[in-house]
């Protein structure tokens, strides 16, 4: 079989399409010479491995020697992997969201040869249907419209770039919400801070699903730093209807089916309002970002079953995600052997058939499981009894047989490509969690992960964006970096080794030289150093991963209160200045920033625990601070460690610096309320 150039990618995903008879292009030059030598338009094509509809897509038309023969002769076609490429998938994303008004993977996109997007959409099926036009209808109808209409065409080309390039970043326009902070600018005011905070808070509150939990409708995703932003609000408030809403959400989601009742971590999200029925891929983000929300909701209401979570979701990463050569791969599909979700369903009769008597009764009745099933005649696992996780006996004793003889099914296929971003996110969440909850192994396996992102995905002091096989490519984007400054920070939180403070600050130099934009406040998607697309964007919408911008002014803001160097602080407090006029009229887009808002508002608590005193790190580390930086361990050259006798731990907020602690007593009593 001839295979198309996609056969060496480092992306999985560009290599399942390896075989496929339409003549496929990566990114890159070639393809837009390709194009421009032949006078035709660019089919661009992204998606990625977990995406089921990808795959129907890919089958139903990539794999089709018809639809390839018109694809070869029409035009030039691309294939990019949205996870390596989120600069790409960005810029015409949105492109296709101002043609048809939604978006979503895969995602088509005809563009000129200079790479100017005119028409596009989303799935398309071979052949009508559902009031879609087929396939090969929108490609002879492009085709046409380029060859007869070319006038036309270029002048959509013309008016969507423009408009594209008016929106890479914020509107120049002050936003919604009107902030009056006198001669200060809005993060210096307390004032403006708290009133964007209750705004945002009001929002989340009319968003919530009481019943369910969650925020929004089916289909329904977890959206943890939503989540996250609540656990925020009750640790300042302490009201019961917080605390209400964060217990439904976590308990709902951990007893719905998009919870792996018998290997952990969690699917991407519920097709449904009950968290019943996932769609099965499993992402690493949402396992850092869903591992987190738990974990602090463990340490601030005490909750075991919320440590619970933690430990298997945590356990799935480390056990199945652990890619060959170090890191952790990106995602698991939803299908197995063409099915969606067959690896996670069972029937009645197997649970009778494979387990004793007393262990399928239990597990039948625990998890539901019911003869006519919920999912296709078939059952996927749940815990009908909302909240109610931590398993008797005999119920754990199935759960562990059932893993096993799960492991020995057909799994879904694995993108095993490491993603710095995602990694320094799982980084990052082992240590804090390793920390909390007196895991070193945890802790152990951030520093592994940490060395091998230095090891294999920096080269000559530039990081890469992806990994596999062996081979680093793409330059690292903004997300990358400040995911690996928040990474680092929390690795020496965690471990006292000065070294990774020292690797922060080279991570957060970088983004700072890199991708700042000193016109307009905030970091560019790209370094500066990086291939230029038809416009150079921001990211600063949270989604399904907090935002590059959000994520950098709360890693900064915290690198500043461990070194003392106020340049970090500086630049997020610009980005905050800049984002705060639209962040509490839009609280959904901008939950990950607003955690930087709290910070803010509530100022930094500073700890120092100098000398050997464990216990007095264990006490800090135990807490939920959210708004705390810890240092101890190594002794460090910033201020922080000025004047700091063995013995004892210091607590510092406001610019002002308790009395020494010398006991676990005084310290928790200094701690209270931070």
């Known amino acids: ?26 990114w890159g030059e070639e393809a837009f010479t390709a194009a421009r030598e032949r006078d035709v338009p660019v089919v661009l094509s992204v998606g990625y491995s977990a995406c089921h509809w990808c795959h129907v897509m ?124 006198g001669d200060r600018p809005p993060s210096a005011d307390p004032a403006v801070l708290g009133q964007v905070l209750d705004a945002a808070y009001r929002n989340l509150r009319q968003a919530h699903d009481d019943s369910w939990g969650g925020f929004g409708q089916a289909p329904k995703f977890p959206q943890p730093t939503m989540v996250d932003l609540m656990i925020r609000a009750y640790s300042h408030n302490r009201s019961p209807d917080t605390l209400a809403m964060i217990t439904t959400t976590l308990d709902a989601m951990a007893s719905g089916g998009i919870y792996d009742h018998l290997g952990g971590g969690f699917a991407r999200y519920s097709v449904d309002r009950h968290w019943l029925v996932p769609h099965f891929e499993k992402m690493l983000y949402d396992q850092a970002g869903l591992a987190r929300v738990y974990l602090h909701a463990w340490q601030l209401t005490g909750e075991r079953r919320w440590l619970q979570v933690v430990e298997e979701t945590l356990d799935y990463v480390r056990r199945d995600l652990a890619a060959a050569g170090g890191g952790f791969a990106s995602a698991e599909d939803a299908d ?74 057909v799994r879904p296929g694995l993108d095993d490509k490491v993603l710095t971003e995602w990694n320094a996110m799982v980084c990052s969440v082992l240590a804090e969690a390793g920390a909390a909850a007196g895991r070193p192994d945890w802790v152990r396996s951030a520093a592994d992960t940490a060395d091998f992102l230095l090891r294999s995905l920096r080269a000559d002091g530039r990081w890469m964006r992806s990994w596999q096989g062996g081979r680093a490519r793409h330059l690292a984007y903004a997300a990358d970096y400040a995911w690996l400054v928040e990474a680092f920070v929390r690795l020496a939180e965690a471990t006292g080794a000065q070294r990774w403070v020292q690797e922060a600050c080279r991570a957060a130099d970088e983004l700072v030289r890199l991708f700042w934009d000193p016109d307009d406040p905030g970091f ?151």
Request: with cysteine; net charge negative; aromatic share 8%.
């Open 1 to 26: 079989m001839v295979q198309n150039r996609l056969a060496q990618e480092t992306s999985p995903y560009l290599r399942q399409h390896a075989d496929n008879p339409v003549d496929w292009y990566p």
């Open 524 to 674: 560019f998607t790209t370094g500066a150093d990086a291939e230029r697309l038809i416009v150079r964007s921001k990211d600063h919408f949270d989604g399904a991963t907090p935002s590059a911008n959000s994520v950098a002014v709360n890693a900064l803001l915290r690198l500043e209160a461990l070194t003392g160097s106020t340049a970090y602080g500086d630049r997020a407090r610009l980005v905050l200045d800049r984002l705060l006029p639209f962040a509490a009229s839009n609280t959904t887009v901008f939950t990950h920033a607003l955690a930087a808002v709290d910070l803010l508002a509530h100022g930094v608590t500073e700890v120092v625990v100098a000398g050997d005193r464990p216990d007095l790190v264990g006490e800090v580390h135990r807490r939920y601070l959210p708004n705390a930086v810890l240092a101890w361990g190594e002794r460090g050259a910033g201020p922080l460690w000025e004047g700091r006798q063995d013995g004892a731990a210091y607590v510092c907020r406001h610019y002002a610096c308790l009395t020494p602690a010398g006991t676990v007593d005084e310290l928790a009593a200094q701690l209270q309320g931070s």
């Open 58 to 181: 890919a089958h139903e038309s990539f794999e089709s020697p018809a639809v390839a023969e018109v694809m070869n002769r029409l035009f030039v076609s691309v294939k990019v992997d949205r996870e390596e490429r989120p600069d790409v998938d960005a810029v015409y994303m949105e492109a296709v969201q101002a043609m048809s008004g939604h978006g979503g993977w895969p995602m088509t996109v005809f563009l000129t040869p200079d790479g100017r997007p005119f028409f596009g959409g989303t799935y398309f099926p071979p052949e009508p249907r559902g009031g879609m036009p087929g396939f090969v209808q929108v490609l002879e109808a492009v085709e046409d419209a380029w060859r007869n209409r070319r006038s036309e065409v270029l002048a959509q080309a013309d008016q969507l770039s423009t408009s594209l390039a008016a929106h890479a970043g914020l509107p120049a326009d002050a936003g919604v919400l009107s902030l009056e902070s």
């Open 336 to 409: 197995s052997e063409g099915e969606e979700g067959r690896f996670y369903l069972w029937t009645a009769d197997e649970l009778r058939r494979l387990l004793e008597p007393e262990l399928a009764a239990a597990a039948i009745d625990w998890w539901g499981v019911s003869d006519a099933g919920n999912f296709e005649g078939r059952s996927i696992l749940h815990r009908p009894v909302r909240g109610d996780l931590l398993r008797p006996a005999p119920v754990d004793q199935a759960r562990r047989v059932l893993l096993d003889l799960r492991s020995r099914r």
